[in-house]
């Protein structure tokens, strides 16, 4: 499928993995009341990503009952706010310098003076204004311009919403078909929100050629915003259509347009949908997986994404349940199609519970430390040393 929303996310996701999914709308939905309008999706917010590219949000876990979003159809069977205070989120302001581009390797650019196309330094805005010009070595690509950067949100303590979400994720699939009627929802397309990338304004596009050839060259031109018409002071030259959005429609400098969004995401197995939706929410709940020391309780089951581990297999430990075969773990977790990165090691971010997982997306990063080396020798040589067996040292 090569919709612009496949294309956006399948290709921006591989750029910079760590800012997670990207949205082609990342306004507000119109549908939402106007006090969650104004703040855009935040924290907390349970919901899923549409084909078209919005996020469609069908309740927060971190908002009361009584909340305006939740006016019209409740919230799920099971449901418990999860309170935050403010050292429980971290924000960046700004995350991203204003005129950020986000864009495949592939696409080329350069800062040109407004008008005139002749080249200025990397970093500069000549009178106030951004131009970029880029064109493009592949026949696809995608790129984020960002005019007024961005600021960037994410949950410090991820495990309350781990747990949440474990308890209540089949409450959650049953609250979104049988009330608000999602019927074509997949067993593993809920997702909750625990970080996300905001701005006040933004332009995107994505392309896909099916020949060899490709022709993408483009200028894009951010002036200043009067009287909140941003369609006049920012657009697009292509020398090819290309699908590309310049939004919001109506720009008030809120912080509200979300270009990225990180978190869980949920999976249930498939063949307890039948009885979710004819029978009362059964709610089990194991605590998230330990691995244990002498591994009895564990077994290794492929799964996406790539995991590296020290022999370059793609693996996981997954804590097992009775009776579930590798088929049945394996399907249970599809986390954001596209997401690859050859060049970092990534740790399991993977939770186990009965007839549910949570894929936290993006996985964390292992930080790298020169000492790093040396504390893993020391630690390898005083295991070796405590048995009384002969060691090498590294």
Known sequence: ??????????????????????????????????????????????????????????FNICLPE??????????????????????????????????????TRSISQKKVT?????????????????????????????????????????????????????????????????????????ANSLYLITGCHKTSSWSLAAFHQSNSSCDFNAQFTAGKIINGNISAAYSWQMSSAVPCRIGPQHYDAAQNQTVFIRGFKIAIRESIIP???????????????????????????????????????????TKTSPGASDLDLAHKVEPWAGIESDETHQESSVSFGSDVSLALMPPTNEIYHPSDLLLKCIMRNEVFASTGLPFFTC
Not at 297 to 307: A, C, E, L, M
């Open 66 to 103: 009584n909340h305006p979003l939740h006016a019209t159809y409740g919230v799920p069977d099971g449901f418990k706010q999860v309170v935050l205070k403010g050292p429980d989120v971290e924000s960046i302001q700004p995350g991203d310098h204003r005129g950020r581009v986000i864009a």
């Open 275 to 317: 009885s979710l939706l004819l029978g009362d929410v059964s709610v089990s709940y194991e605590p998230p997986n330990t691995v244990s020391s002498t591994g009895s309780s564990v077994q290794r089951t492929k799964i996406w994404p790539v995991i590296k581990s020290e022999d370059h297999q793609t693996r996981i430990l």
């Open 114 to 186: 407004v008008g005139a196309g002749a080249e200025i330094p990397a970093g500069a805005v000549a009178g106030g204004s951004i131009g970029i010009e880029f064109s493009s070595s592949s026949n696809e690509g995608a790129l984020l311009v960002l005019p007024e950067g961005a600021d960037q949100h994410d949950l410090c303590n991820l495990r309350p919403f781990e747990d949440n979400a474990l308890r209540c994720a089949k409450s959650w699939y049953k609250f979104a078909v049988t009330k608000l009627g999602r019927t074509r929802i997949s």
């Open 1 to 58: 499928m090569n919709s612009p929303q496949s294309v956006y996310a399948r290709l921006l996701t591989r750029v910079e993995p760590e800012r997670g999914y990207p949205l082609w709308f990342p306004e507000p939905n119109n549908r939402l009341p106007q006090e969650y309008r104004e703040g855009g999706l935040r924290i907390g917010d349970v919901g899923v990503v549409t084909a078209r590219g919005t996020f469609d949000v069908f």
